[in-house]
């Protein structure tokens, strides 16, 4: 009963150390060494491998690395055989630090005084309280409250948007279509935290925008293709949007001379705002092997006619 993994290769030594210590009788393999590939039960990777059901026919699980799975072709992957997103815990605690740190940045002004000090201006620009900011996070999965609950503390307005209702203590919360105009007009930094579907492809657009309140903030930690960018550039430069924090991008990585590497009201990061923590990560497959082996539900289960 093999564990393949297939992913970054440094952090896959990482996981290979866990798994002899807390599963020293569990076969643990490095890609591309994947020994008998009839033996392999559990497969973990980022870039599935073409042809997961032939290429390892006793296949019983697959997990992606990551908090997403739209870099699957679920179509590819036979429906008896469970597909999980990553929930250990050190995804959540790298997102929340991130997406706060990015809205701290874009409510007290930093990307207009990183110009500045390029520029050699010495100007101050006045300071707007947390209670007059109103912070909203699009995606209430498990990332989204997480990021909500940390943000509590700064004392902004808080709001969520999501596909199905939920309630948040401390939060208003809007559900569905109709409801996300609503949503929009009172948010002064947007965060978006959707999983990447056929529904919320290109969601991050100019009718979106339009409906911000001007000046408004954008912090994208989905993903790339959620933006449209010609919208989006247009946004900043008409003023529509005043800044923004992007850890993501279509294609990644961008290439030389892409806008959004010189554009002075944009912080771009290299899609790491969250990283799966080989130590807790390796303890979660490790319980989800073991539900699944006693036939219980299995956290993280992708939903694959929603694509989470």
């Known amino acids: 009963m093999t564990v393949l993994y297939k992913a970054n290769t440094v952090r896959g030594a990482e996981w290979a150390r866990f798994f002899a210590e807390r599963a020293p009788d569990m076969p643990f393999r490095l890609w591309p060494d994947i020994g008998d590939p009839a033996d392999v039960r559990y497969l973990v990777t980022w870039v599935p491998p073409d042809d997961i059901a032939t290429t390892f ?10 908090a997403g799975v739209d870099q699957f072709d679920v179509t590819k992957l ?10 250990e815990p050190g995804i959540a605690e790298t997102m929340v630090e991130y997406v706060t740190m990015s809205v701290l940045a874009l409510h007290r002004d930093l990307l207009h005084f990183i110009n500045q000090q390029t520029e050699q201006v010495w100007r101050e620009i006045r300071i707007t309280p947390a209670k007059r ?19 509590k503390a700064f004392g902004f307005p808080l709001l969520g948007w999501n596909r199905s209702p939920r309630e948040i203590e401390g939060v208003t ?7 996300l105009p609503e949503f929009l007009a009172q948010t002064d930094i947007l965060v978006c935290l959707l999983p990447l579907t056929d529904e919320t492809r290109g969601i991050l ?20 293709p959620h933006l449209i ?49 080989p130590d807790t990560a390796v303890d979660y497959v490790l319980d989800i092997i073991a539900r699944h082996r006693r036939g219980e539900d299995l956290p993280g289960l992708v939903d694959r006619t929603r694509g989470y």
């Not at 000046?215 to 994208?220: R, W």
Request: aromatic letters at 6%.
């Open 229 to 277: 960018e010609a919208d989006f550039l247009a946004a900043l430069d008409s003023g529509a949007l005043s800044g923004a924090v992007l850890d993501v991008a279509e294609p990644e990585p961008l290439p030389a001379g892409h806008p959004f590497w010189s554009h002075p009201r944009i912080l771009l990061t290299p899609h790491n705002a969250s990283m799966t923590t």
């Open 173 to 179: 919360c809007y559900a569905d279509a109709e409801a």
């Open 133 to 151: 900011r109103r912070v909203g996070v699009m995606g209430l999965g498990q990332l989204g409250q997480a990021v909500l609950e940390r943000l």
């Open 205 to 224: 657009n100019a009718d979106l925008f339009a409906r911000l309140p001007r000046g408004a903030c954008l912090v994208n930690v989905g993903r790339g």
């Open 78 to 87: 036979p429906p008896h055989i469970p597909l999980l997103r990553m929930l």
């Open 57 to 66: 026919p006793n296949i019983e699980l697959v997990f992606s690395v990551g």
